[in-house]
């Protein structure tokens, strides 16, 4: 079983920044470990739909983010910390949500999907006020 635990969270100002991390352990059914899994970052604001933040290729080699927050969010990963990351500058109110870290497994290509990912975090509140 993979768990992902994410922290980092908090309540900032418009403007300003924030650093989420995602701690990775176990395994797969089928043995398959951290470094081969595909990584991706959501968030849910209230009252909406779950949305595709950021994603990075298990090897980091690949990164891809919604449109809003490029230039702003930066996806990155360490394999030897079995963790991942999303640096967020420049925080609007709009970015106010829970975000989670969700792991594809089974990568064919980096997804931005949320039903590519098989596993998930609890999710850690970002609340930005202006």
């Not at 290509?109 to 006020?129: C, K, R």
Request: with cysteine; glycine share 12%.
């Amino acid at each position: 079983q993979v768990q992902l635990v994410e922290s980092g969270g908090g309540l900032v100002q418009a403007g300003g920044s924030l650093k989420l991390s995602c701690a990775a352990s176990g395994r797969t059914a089928s043995g398959r470990t951290f470094t081969t899994f595909d990584m991706g970052w959501f968030r849910q604001a209230p009252g909406k739909e779950r949305e595709f933040v950021a994603a990075i290729a298990w090897n980091g080699a690949r990164t891809t983010y919604k449109d809003s927050v490029k230039g702003r969010f930066t996806i990155s990963r360490d394999n030897a910390k079995k963790a991942v990351y999303l640096q967020m500058n420049s925080l609007q109110p709009d970015d106010t949500a829970v975000y989670y870290c969700a792991a594809d497994t089974s990568p064919l290509q980096i997804a931005v999907h949320g039903g590519a990912y098989d596993y998930w975090g609890q999710g850690t509140q970002v609340t930005v006020s202006s």
